[in-house]
């Protein structure tokens, strides 16, 4: 990672901010959806995001959350076009609404920046009866991408503009369980660890990422899929109460002052994979600070890809 103010190879660094990446660029005309945008990085992603120009759909479990960023922003720049949508990501019935109604709206979608997510709660099971991680880190997002990607290929197809998906995963994927996934033990509470399945569902979406990289590459379409860290940044996902949490808390705000990025540091790499002129035509990498990066083997495991995409499509089908 490039610490410490060291640029990397893109000109960016650990330290610049989501408005420092995206200096100069705008993105009038162009439509996004972000998940997880009432709070953290993905509030400060709407709002530089809609700063460049961008229209910008907030896609939130928390609506009167939403509503609050949203007059913010506003306040802060008026011209600023942002709608608020409610999505909870650990619901399919929620995901395929939210599919349902922008599809109604006739919106066009350039933009695609899955971004929300818990960590490592205790145990739990979505509505759908999956650990609720794996559920909402990774299979929401699989389903949310499935639903809107026609949409996204129509736009691209008419605006002549490449359409650009990104993950938001983590250095975390590097916990995960050995074998990566744990494809027959998703729902095994007997061998549950938070931190681990926290990391299978960051594995599961740069897997994600690059599968789709992969699939959308072979299909022609002028769409790019990519995963980035964000970096270690202290927000509400910290939000679960507990002796882990307070400590992580404690030491975010004291001792890592100096590793621990704020939400505007944190907002800087997808807006810039999602964004920048540099990343044209840029597919299937990982990235954190802004530059391509490397993660573990597990996540270059195109076998593994191929089978959590079968996999997640087998869990994501409506019963007929």
């Given at each position: 990672?490039?610490?410490?103010?060291?640029?990397?190879?893109?000109?960016?660094?650990?330290?610049?901010?989501?408005?420092?990446?995206?200096?100069?660029?705008?993105?009038?005309?162009?439509?996004?959806?972000?998940?997880?945008?009432?709070?953290?990085?993905?509030?400060?992603?709407?709002?530089?995001?809609?700063?460049?120009?961008?229209?910008?759909?907030?896609?939130?479990?928390?609506?009167?959350?939403?509503?609050?960023?949203?007059?913010?922003?506003?306040?802060?720049?008026?011209?600023?076009?942002?709608?608020?949508?409610?999505?909870?990501?650990?619901?399919?019935?929620?995901?395929?609404?939210?599919?349902?109604?922008?599809?109604?709206?006739?919106?066009?979608?350039?933009?695609?920046?899955?971004?929300?997510?818990?960590?490592?709660?205790?145990?739990?099971?979505?509505?759908?009866?999956?650990?609720?991680?794996?559920?909402?880190?990774?299979?929401?997002?699989?389903?949310?991408?499935?639903?809107?990607?026609?949409?996204?290929?129509?736009?691209?197809?008419?605006?002549?503009?490449?359409?650009?998906?990104?993950?938001?995963?983590?250095?975390?994927?590097?916990?995960?369980?050995?074998?990566?996934?744990?494809?027959?033990?998703?729902?095994?509470?007997?061998?549950?660890?938070?931190?681990?399945?926290?990391?299978?569902?960051?594995?599961?979406?740069?897997?994600?990422?690059?599968?789709?990289?992969?699939?959308?590459?072979?299909?022609?379409?002028?769409?790019?899929?990519?995963?980035?860290?964000?970096?270690?940044?202290?927000?509400?996902?910290?939000?679960?109460?507990?002796?882990?949490?307070?400590?992580?808390?404690?030491?975010?705000?004291?001792?890592?002052?100096?590793?621990?990025?704020?939400?505007?540091?944190?907002?800087?790499?997808q807006c810039y994979v999602a964004l920048h002129p540099q990343?044209?035509?840029?597919?299937?990498?990982?990235?954190?600070?802004?530059?391509?990066?490397?993660?573990?083997?597990?996540?270059?495991?195109?076998?593994?890809?191929?089978?959590?995409?079968?996999?997640?499509?087998?869990?994501?089908?409506?019963?007929?």
């Amino acid at each position: 990672m490039w610490i410490f103010g060291r640029k990397g190879p893109s000109g960016f660094s650990a330290h610049s901010t989501a408005e420092e990446v995206t200096q100069g660029i705008d993105g009038t005309g162009l439509t996004a959806i972000v998940t997880g945008a009432s709070s953290g990085i993905g509030a400060e992603t709407t709002r530089v995001l809609a700063l460049r120009g961008v229209h910008v759909n907030m896609a939130v479990r928390n609506m009167d959350a939403g509503r609050h960023v949203k007059e913010e922003v506003v306040r802060e720049n008026p011209t600023a076009k942002i709608d608020v949508m409610e999505l909870d990501l650990s619901s399919m019935a929620s995901v395929r609404k939210f599919a349902s109604d922008y599809g109604s709206s006739g919106l066009p979608l350039n933009l695609l920046i899955n971004n929300a997510g818990v960590m490592a709660p205790p145990f739990t099971l979505s509505q759908d009866n999956i650990e609720l991680q794996f559920a909402t880190n990774h299979l929401g997002h699989f389903l949310l991408t499935s639903l809107l990607l026609e949409t996204m290929k129509k736009t691209s197809r008419e605006s002549n503009k490449e359409g650009r998906i990104v993950n938001v995963s983590s250095e975390a994927h590097r916990l995960t369980y050995a074998e990566g996934i744990r494809f027959d033990k998703i729902n095994d509470k007997s061998i549950y660890k938070g931190l681990s399945a926290y990391g299978q569902s960051k594995l599961a979406n740069i897997l994600h990422a690059n599968e789709l990289a992969k699939i959308l590459k072979a299909e022609g379409e002028n769409i790019t899929s990519n995963s980035v860290h964000p970096g270690a940044v202290a927000t509400n996902i910290l939000r679960n109460p507990g002796l882990f949490y307070d400590i992580v808390r404690t030491l975010g705000k004291y001792v890592l002052k100096y590793l621990v990025k704020t939400p505007q540091q944190g907002a800087a790499t997808q807006c810039y994979v999602a964004l920048h002129p540099q990343l044209e035509g840029v597919t299937g990498e990982y990235f954190v600070d802004c530059n391509k990066a490397k993660p573990n083997s597990l996540a270059k495991d195109k076998e593994m890809a191929k089978k959590l995409w079968d996999f997640s499509l087998s869990l994501t089908q409506q019963p007929k």
